[in-house]
């Protein structure tokens, strides 16, 4: 039998139920069957077949291509930007005593004399196995330095976030079931106020009342390994409280936010006409589906307690890595601020693809985008 196919003349076919009609050309001769099968694609079969099978699966893969994709856009960004800057490294380094030939030597030993691109293909090769090269003050390892200066930033960190987190989480709900009351406005009032100060004039307020008038804290915050454990929380107890009012006021706002929107739901409606208290219908129906927005809200959060903690350091001097970014811009020691933005770049960038992740294990949802 021949029947008349779209765009391809004369289709061949024997009546046989399920089969795949044969194509053939106008001189009657069957053509060979299409690889490419019914879509007409074939790079894109594998990759179909894998989302449709495992949505979850192909979701993750998606978000950590991106993630190191924009890592190494910014890696560039980076590179670029500081190649950019006014001024030299030798000519600062050797000051008044700068003549052209000392300055082309410098420039020379330090591989500055070599096309940009070359320098960024070492400086990425290297980054990649851990290894960023040699500060251009200290002739120290810059991957020594900062293993240290790292440590140093993530305890400071981990003890911000480990008190307000569940403070945040905590008041959050507090204001939901106050909500409108005097609980709830007072919440607000003192959120608003921690959110306008910036964190700098929040950490001068604490020294002088904790560390100079009162003396009941450690100012300067300095750590080194020597040091016992309650010594180094005493040391950062200040710092610690800074970050903490800092960020927690707007994961505080978002958690109340996000649970407010839940609780106009119909099933929070059909508990409470059950008769369950609203702390219950908070805690056990309204928090579980509000967790993909906090979830969000407590990774921006995170990745700025280790990535916007520079100023907080400076402030109290504290050795950590935005402390020694902040005096390799000092002294125009670019591998060390390379370094530094590279892995404040990577934490940002790994923190919220995580977040991202972690929401959609909670939100069945966001697995079958529309």
């Known amino acids: 039998m021949t029947e008349s196919g779209p765009m391809t003349g004369p289709v061949l076919t024997d009546g046989t139920a399920g089969e795949q009609p044969r194509s053939a050309d106008l001189s009657g001769v069957p053509a060979k069957p299409n690889?490419?099968?019914?879509?007409?694609?074939?790079?894109?079969?594998?990759?179909?077949?894998?989302?449709?099978?495992?949505?979850?699966?192909a979701l993750i893969l998606q978000r950590l291509g991106l993630s190191v994709g924009l890592l190494f856009a910014v890696s560039l960004m980076i590179f670029g930007g500081i190649e950019a800057l006014p001024g030299d490294f030798a000519t600062?380094?050797?000051?008044?005593?700068?003549?052209?030939?000392?300055?082309?030597?410098?420039?020379?030993?330090?591989?500055?004399?070599?096309?940009?691109?070359?320098?960024?293909?070492?400086?990425?090769?290297?980054?990649?196995?851990?290894?960023?090269?040699?500060?251009w003050a200290s002739k120290n390892s810059v991957s020594e330095q900062i293993g240290n200066r790292l440590g140093n930033s993530l305890f400071l960190a981990f003890f911000a976030a480990l008190i307000s987190v569940p403070l945040a989480v905590g008041l959050g709900m507090l204001a939901v079931q106050f909500r409108n009351r005097m609980p709830d406005k007072i919440i607000n009032v003192i959120s608003l106020a921690a959110i306008s100060l910036p964190e700098f004039f929040i950490g001068y307020l604490l020294i002088m009342f904790f560390a100079v008038k009162w003396g009941v804290a450690t100012f300067p915050a300095t750590v080194y390994e020597s040091m016992s454990f309650t010594e180094r929380l005493s040391a950062i107890a200040l710092p610690v409280a800074t970050l903490v009012l800092v960020v927690l006021a707007h994961m505080m706002r978002m958690t109340r936010a996000a649970i407010l929107n839940v609780m106009s739901s119909a099933y929070v409606e059909t508990a409470e006409l059950k008769g369950l208290s609203t702390?219950?219908?908070?805690?056990?129906?309204?928090?579980?589906?509000?967790?993909?927005?906090?979830?969000?809200?407590i990774a921006l959060n995170?990745?700025?307690?280790?990535?916007?903690?520079?100023?907080?350091?400076?402030?109290?001097?504290?050795?950590g890595m935005g402390q020694y970014m902040v005096d390799a811009v000092t002294v125009r020691d670019m591998p060390?601020?390379?370094?530094?933005?590279?892995?404040?770049?990577?934490?940002?960038?790994?923190?919220?693809?995580?977040?991202?992740?972690?929401?959609?294990?909670?939100?069945?949802?966001?697995?079958?985008?529309?």
């Open 35 to 57: 690889p490419t099968g019914a879509n007409g694609e074939i790079g894109g079969t594998f990759w179909r077949r894998f989302v449709f099978r495992r949505p979850l699966a």
């Open 92 to 135: 600062t380094y050797l000051g008044q005593s700068a003549t052209p030939q000392a300055v082309e030597n410098i420039r020379k030993d330090l591989g500055l004399d070599r096309p940009w691109s070359e320098r960024y293909l070492n400086w990425l090769g290297g980054a990649v196995k851990g290894d960023f090269g040699t500060s």
């Open 279 to 297: 702390f219950r219908i908070i805690a056990r129906h309204a928090a579980p589906n509000a967790v993909a927005p906090v979830i969000n809200v």
């Open 336 to 370: 060390v601020v390379q370094a530094c933005g590279l892995i404040f770049a990577a934490f940002y960038i790994f923190l919220n693809m995580a977040a991202d992740i972690l929401a959609i294990l909670a939100n069945p949802r966001l697995r079958h985008p529309r």
């Open 302 to 319: 995170l990745a700025y307690l280790v990535v916007g903690v520079v100023v907080v350091e400076v402030v109290f001097v504290y050795p």
